[in-house]
């Protein structure tokens, strides 16, 4: 039974540029939520899609979008990079709603100079 | 805002002893709480806790929500090195989607 995958592993971008993060949930999950994870803190939360569709998003601004697609899996997009935007970003999987037990998956990091 | 406060921030300990940590929450719309721990990446489901003062327990972790005191504690009994990672703790609530609001987590080292 696969689990949350996501993809890159690493990247590295520079300031200003567009990055887009990967996610597959786990199988038989239909909601997908992303998290931004800084050094020494907890992750917190950018938004969950479910249908397809945005259902509730955090404190982040619009840079931050995000897409689901008709096989549940997902994707992050961060335009304008900013510094202050490196992190290790974690998808979650779960099923149905409310989507309460999440599942993460290994995350992606990001380094923007 | 949505708050999560756990103690202690970080902990020593040796092979064999007990801990307890601590979770403290002021949320929205409040569903049910959930711990993670977390070694190098993704954070590892452990519980999740809806109904006040009802135990969930997996192994030597135990955990207990009590939603009056809007609080939950997590106990490791018996702990073994493998145990050292962040324990994270995440109140599910807002709208009925399901977010989940992070503490800063509590670092458990623990030496052989």
């Known amino acids: 039974d696969a689990g949350v995958t996501q993809s890159p592993t690493h990247l590295i971008k520079t300031r200003g540029q567009q990055v887009t993060l990967r996610c597959s949930p786990k199988?038989?999950?239909?909601?997908v939520s992303w998290y931004q994870q800084a050094l020494g803190q907890g992750p917190q939360f950018i938004f969950q899609?479910?249908?397809?569709?945005?259902?509730q998003r955090g404190n982040f601004p619009d840079r931050f979008s995000g897409h689901q697609f008709p096989n549940y899996s997902s994707e992050l997009n961060v335009n304008a990079l900013l510094l202050g935007d490196s992190a290790l970003y974690l998808c979650?999987?779960?099923?149905?709603?409310?989507?309460?037990?999440?599942?993460f998956g290994p995350g992606t990091r990001l380094t923007v100079t | 805002e949505d708050k999560v406060v756990q103690s202690p921030l970080s902990l020593v300990v040796h092979e064999g002893d007990t801990v307890t940590l601590n979770c403290s929450y002021e949320?929205?719309?409040?569903?049910?709480l959930l711990w993670y721990k977390q070694e190098k990446k993704a954070p590892t489901f452990l519980f999740m806790l809806?109904?006040?003062?009802i135990e969930k327990k997996s192994g030597r972790l135990s955990s207990i929500l009590d939603k009056k005191e809007l609080s939950s504690i997590l106990n490791i009994t018996a702990t073994q090195t493998g145990d050292s990672a962040i324990y994270l703790c995440a109140p599910a609530g807002g709208t009925s989607y399901g977010k989940l609001t992070f503490g800063q987590g509590t670092i458990l080292t623990v030496h052989p």
């Open positions: 979650a999987s779960s099923f149905g709603q409310p989507s309460y037990e999440q599942y």
């Open positions: 899609y479910y249908e397809e569709e945005e259902r």
């Open positions: 809806t109904s006040s003062g």
């Open positions: 199988s038989g999950h239909d909601t």
């Open positions: 949320v929205t719309n409040f569903r049910s």
